[in-house]
């Protein structure tokens, strides 16, 4: 089997583990890494030779930008509290602490490399925490908070990574260049996002085809990471500045069909890369694990012990880092996501699950420091990130479900329903308000009218049924009866004359090129949904 075969076999189990992963209440990232554990012990895989510095800008940007979409800045902003004290303040809590740990059990190991190895372990991976978090039926909140503190604790171990790093190369370490650079690197990023996402959405308002925006969107990411690197800045907050800003500006309300392509091919692009990425985690282990043979004792308690540091940090953070921020919440009443009691602490606890950006930087690691000596004690760092990734991403993402069961962590439905007729009655306003403008511009029939103002109520029922008065809901669930009779009637009449247009694209003489274009006439038609008929 070649590297091509083997990629290929690992995309085809990014694909297949989603399914699987449902049908067994087991999240697909989870179970990628144990194919990528079992494919590592079969003697004709390859070894996977991916150059290290190709890894964080390949698997991170995607990633990064696909898991943005699905929040938004004002969410960040009303939570940056919550999001400094649970993520960014543990990334230096945890990297202190297994520093500490590690310089002091592992030989030859200098400070700044033990510095190295409590960066690259501190951040829990925010695309196996939501792929996991988010199938579990957790509280939108709970999601949401793990979701911000997976970006940007990414954002801080990463430069906080690479500062330790250059004084584990260079042997010299000065604390005011080490703040400049973090200064520089954060200010350098957040420009560079600022300036390609202005730059983005104007280009995107002038590219009118979908595919020529999705395409410009998947360039992005990339675009976004390797100009702030070349610029001395943070490529992983770039991104994430860059997603931020599109998310806001960039998206055009009656982009029907753009909205929902670009969802599905960024939908698409989440689930392979991430399949590949803890693919590659559980294969990396042939390399890793093969050069500490005759010292599995010695790493396998340092590996453990530092394991146990990266738990149980997180937890004695957190328990006082939710509470303070409940007081503060109570206090000011702050309109924030937070853990509202100690169960969903500690679910959050349990999901600190570390992933794809620890494999990179922990494979990022220079062979060589300056003056051609050997990076010191880099096989160790390599052994225990990867016991901290295995031992928390297998353990922790098989258990969670568990512990989600026990605990009885379930979705605040109340909140859920309580936003839901909101929308639902922001929406009947809207509607009403527009109907009223057309209503002054245009001289409509009664009949016209009557009809057009009962479709714009539905939209609004359609949101949130029980916004109907009692006396109502009869009538209307008759007219629904009967609207869904009539869109499968129309459903049917739109496929017999897709299958039409397809056989005739088969006849000799047919033009391709023509058929397609009556297909997707049809396709929108059937995306539209067809007009319903007076409902009256």
């Known amino acids: 089997m070649d590297q091509l075969a083997l990629l290929l076999l690992l995309l085809l189990g990014a694909v297949v583990m989603v399914p699987v992963g449902e049908r067994l209440s087991l999240p697909p990232p989870v179970l990628m890494t144990l194919i990528g554990v079992g494919l590592a012990l079969v003697p004709w895989v390859p070894n996977v030779r991916v150059?290290?510095?190709l890894i964080l800008p390949l698997v991170l940007p995607p990633l990064l930008y696909a898991a943005v979409q699905r929040t938004s800045w004002r969410q960040f902003a009303a939570?940056?509290?919550?999001?400094?004290?649970?993520?960014?303040?543990?990334?230096f809590v945890t990297t202190a602490a297994v520093a500490a740990l590690a310089h002091a059990i592992v030989p030859g190991l200098p400070l700044a490399g033990a510095v190295v190895l409590g960066a690259l372990v501190a951040p829990p991976d925010p695309v196996a925490a939501t792929a996991v978090a988010g199938r579990l039926g957790l509280p939108r909140r709970m999601v949401s908070i793990l979701e911000g503190e997976g970006l940007f604790n990414d954002v801080t171990a990463i430069v906080l990574y690479h500062v330790a790093l250059a004084a584990a190369v260079s042997g010299s370490f000065s604390l005011p260049a080490a703040l400049g650079t973090l200064a520089l690197s954060a200010v350098v990023a957040v420009a560079v996002g600022l300036g390609l996402g202005w730059a983005t959405a104007r280009l995107m308002g002038r590219l009118e085809d979908p595919t020529l925006q999705i395409g410009l969107t998947?360039?992005?990411?990339?675009?976004?990471?390797?100009?702030?690197?070349?610029?001395?800045?943070?490529g992983v907050l770039a991104v994430l500045t860059t997603a931020l800003f599109l998310t806001e500006h960039a998206m055009d309300a009656d982009d029907v069909l753009g909205r929902l392509a670009g969802r599905t091919f960024w939908e698409v692009v989440d689930t392979l890369v991430t399949g590949v990425a803890f693919g590659l985690i559980g294969l990396e282990l042939h390399?890793?694990?093969?050069?500490?043979?005759?010292?599995?004792?010695?790493?396998?308690?340092?590996?453990?012990?530092?394991?146990?540091?990266?738990?149980?940090?997180?937890?004695?953070?957190?328990?006082?880092?939710?509470?303070?921020?409940?007081?503060?919440?109570?206090?000011?009443?702050?309109?924030?996501?937070?853990?509202?009691?100690?169960?969903?602490?500690?679910?959050?606890?349990?999901?600190?699950?570390?992933?794809?950006?620890?494999?990179?930087?922990?494979?990022?690691?220079?062979?060589?420091?300056?003056?051609?000596?050997q990076f010191p004690a880099r096989?160790?760092?390599?052994?225990?990130?990867?016991?901290?990734?295995?031992?928390?991403?297998?353990?922790?993402?098989?258990?969670?479900?568990?512990?989600?069961?026990?605990?009885?962590?379930?979705?605040?439905?109340?909140?859920?329903?309580?936003?839901?007729?909101?929308?639902?009655e922001r929406v009947l306003r809207a509607t009403r308000r527009r109907l009223k403008e057309i209503q002054e511009e245009e001289d409509l029939p009664d009949e016209l009218l009557e009809r057009v103002a009962r479709r714009a109520y539905d939209l609004g029922?359609?949101?949130?049924?029980?916004?109907?008065?009692?006396?109502?809901?009869?009538?209307?669930?008759?007219?629904?009866?009967?609207?869904?009779?009539?869109?499968?009637?129309n459903g049917e009449l739109l496929s017999a004359a897709r299958h039409?247009?397809?056989?005739?694209?088969?006849?000799?003489?047919?033009?391709?090129?023509?058929?397609?274009?009556?297909?997707r006439q049809l396709d929108m038609r059937s995306l539209r949904g067809a007009p319903p008929p007076d409902q009256g």
């Open 287 to 373: 390399n890793v694990f093969g050069t500490v043979s005759g010292r599995w004792g010695e790493l396998l308690g340092t590996g453990a012990a530092v394991v146990g540091v990266v738990v149980g940090v997180r937890l004695l953070w957190l328990l006082p880092a939710a509470w303070l921020a409940r007081r503060l919440h109570q206090r000011r009443d702050y309109d924030e996501d937070i853990p509202m009691s100690w169960r969903e602490t500690v679910i959050m606890w349990w999901s600190g699950m570390r992933g794809v950006a620890s494999v990179a930087l922990a494979l990022a690691i220079p062979f060589t420091v300056d003056g051609g000596d």
């Open 79 to 91: 939570n940056k509290r919550a999001i400094f004290l649970l993520a960014v303040a543990l990334v």
């Open 218 to 234: 998947l360039l992005v990411p990339f675009a976004a990471y390797v100009l702030a690197e070349e610029f001395h800045g943070s």
């Open 51 to 53: 150059p290290p510095e």
């Open 379 to 424: 096989d160790e760092i390599l052994f225990i990130a990867f016991s901290v990734v295995l031992a928390t991403l297998v353990i922790q993402g098989l258990t969670l479900p568990w512990l989600v069961r026990r605990l009885r962590v379930s979705p605040d439905a109340k909140a859920e329903q309580a936003f839901e007729r909101e929308l639902a």
């Open 500 to 519: 039409e247009v397809l056989s005739a694209r088969s006849e000799p003489g047919a033009d391709p090129e023509i058929a397609d274009r009556v297909l």
């Open 461 to 489: 029922v359609r949101i949130y049924p029980d916004i109907l008065e009692e006396d109502r809901r009869e009538g209307h669930e008759k007219r629904v009866a009967r609207l869904k009779r009539l869109q499968r009637i």
